[in-house]
Structure formats: C-alpha cells, structure tokens
C-alpha cells in the first residue's frame, strides 16, 4: 500500500478517494458470519461470488470480479492512487467491540497488503474505539479515517465523535464522511427491504445521511475540530445546492470552508456544477465509488483545467493538506 504520509508521486495522473476493494480475509470473515452482515455463497454473477445479507437492505449480489485485486488493478491504468474504504452500510464500525474486532482486523492487514495504486482509510468501532490502534494505523500510511455519516447527524453526535476525530486532526490525516447502514424497518414499517427497488437505500438513505452529517459539520465541526480536513462522498447528499435554502431559513453559510472537501461519485456534469457553484472548483475532489460506479469526466462540460483541480490538484491537497 503507498505511504500517504510520504507524499504522492508527483504528476497528473488521477487520484480517486474512494473505491471499495474486500480483501479476501474480510470476505472469509463475513463468509463465517450467521447473523448480518454477511455473505452466503452464490449468485453474484450466475456462476460466481456472493450474496450479501444486511437488516435493512434488500439481499445484493455481489461479483467476485469486483474484488479481484488483479482485475482492479487493470482498469487503474493512469491512476496515481486509488483509496479503497470498508463499507460503512455494511454496519460493521457498529457492531459489538468483540464481534467488529476481527472484521477490523481483517480489513486493515489486507487493505494494508494491497498493491499499488491502491492505498487505503482506516476503520474503528463506535463503541470503545481503540484510539491508540488508529494513531498507529494512521503512522503506517493509511490515508485518513473513514466514518460513517450516521455518526454525524447531528451537532451533539459530532461532539461525541470528536476524540476520534482529533486522532486524525493530531496526525494532520483527513477524515472521509461515508453513508452509514440502513436499519431494519420496524414492525409498524410496511417498507420491507426486499419489497423496495434495488436503488432505494443509495438514492434515499444515504444522501439523507449524509446531508445531516454536512449540516452537523456547519454547525459545529469547526469550532470544534479547527485543523481538520473533512471530505464527503457523493457530494454531501447534494447537501451544498441547499446553502440557499439555509440561508432562506435563517440560517448564515460564512465563508467557503477551505479544508471541507466533497467527492463526485454518483453524480455527473449538472450535480457536479452545482457543487462547483455553491463551493468553488477547490472544494470538489474525484471520488468513483468502484466498483459501483465509474470515475466520471469533466472535460465534456467544464474544461481540462476544472478536471486537473478535480482529478489530481484538488484530491492531493484533501490527502496533504496545503492551500488552493
């Protein structure tokens, strides 16, 4: 796995900020499981892979091609880093201590085997977070810290994440905001997961997810946390067109946050250009969710310039620091 405290090599090649790649002892692990989440054998492809089980997602098939490192290395062709991240809807970050120990384990010594140009975010519970573990995994070149959106939704849960944040603040490493697990729907919840469209949880839950946790931030994350870098995956849930709205509302947006950071998975040129509008070229970074999603272009709509500050001069800075 490439050093991020290092540096990255100089160049123009593409860094993405998030993909997901399952080290095969993850995937063992979640194998082994019998309660979710969990993957039983079959029917990711008709011949091959698996099919994952969570509380509040309908069962998805997932493809073992997906997470062959080999064939993920061949589509990086002209990437000078690829982050991968755990699967926060997974819900393994909030799991039990002693049952989310070994699915940590084993996604941080397989990510950290990972060949370049895959780097990688590390993990921790929500409940008794090991702080000495991620200062530790923060100094042998894991990029940041990822968390899920969930942890965030409001000002006071963000209060009560902040000695985990401060790990990464301390280590001068960013924190990425990724959508959370989607919970079981209730006996009075007529909604059953296996009764909803396959997108719901993706187009639904997770940018209300991550809207709350970018409104959580605005509130309160840099008072309390001054130094941190902070990125958000699929564009905050869209959160940043809504600045009009809070300010409609009563609410005061202040100056463009120099070291908050969304990234562009999901979305194409009119998102990605409301983005630019209500944030500036400097706070959008790529990010492609592979393998969900593909690394989209600019250059069609914006130009060469916006794409080298979104690809590669933006997405460095995020992971660095430094200023525009």
């Known amino acids: 796995m490439p050093k991020i405290a290092g540096g990255l090599d100089s160049g123009p090649e593409l860094v993405d900020v998030h993909q997901h790649l399952w080290p095969r002892a993850l995937i063992d692990a979640l194998l082994a ?11 990711g492809d008709g011949t091959d892979g698996w099919t994952l089980h969570l509380p509040g997602e309908p069962p998805y098939a997932v493809r073992a091609a997906d997470h062959d490192v080999t064939a993920r290395q061949a589509l990086e062709a002209g990437t000078s880093l690829a982050l991968v991240s755990l699967s926060s809807p997974l819900g393994i970050e909030d799991l039990a201590p002693d049952a989310a120990a070994p699915l940590l384990a084993a996604w941080h010594e397989g990510a950290a085997r990972l060949p370049a140009p895959f780097g990688a975010w590390a993990a921790v519970t929500r409940l008794e977070p090991d702080l ?24 006071a849960a963000l209060e009560r994440l902040a000695p985990v944040l401060e790990v990464c603040e301390r ?12 919970p079981a729907r209730d006996a009075t919840d007529r909604r059953n ?27 309160a994350g840099r008072t309390l946390l001054p130094g941190l870098r902070m990125g958000f995956v699929a564009g905050a849930g869209l959160a940043p067109a809504q600045h009009e709205r809070l300010q409609a509302r009563g609410g005061s ?14 979305y ?9 509008r209500a944030l500036g070229i400097d706070g959008v970074v790529l ?38």
């Open 33 to 43: 499981r019998t309660a979710a989440p969990r993957l039983t054998v079959g029917d």
């Open 132 to 155: 000495a573990e991620l200062k530790d995994l923060l100094a042998a070149g894991f990029a940041g810290l990822q968390v899920p959106a969930t942890w965030l939704a409001t000002p």
């Open 171 to 182: 280590a001068e490493r960013p924190v990425l905001v990724h959508p959370g697990p989607v």
């Open 193 to 219: 997961p296996a009764d909803l469209p396959g997108w719901w949880a993706a187009v639904v839950d997770y940018p209300a997810q991550l809207q709350a946790a970018w409104w959580a931030w605005h509130a």
């Open 253 to 266: 947006l202040g100056p463009v946050d120099a070291g908050v950071f969304v990234e562009t998975s999901s």
């Open 268 to 276: 194409g040129p009119q998102a990605v250009d409301a983005l630019v």
């Open 287 to 324: 990010g492609s969710d592979r393998p969900y999603g593909l690394p989209g272009d600019v250059r069609p709509t914006m130009g060469t310039a916006a794409a080298l500050a979104i690809e590669t001069t933006n997405p460095r800075r995020f992971l660095q620091g430094g200023t525009p």
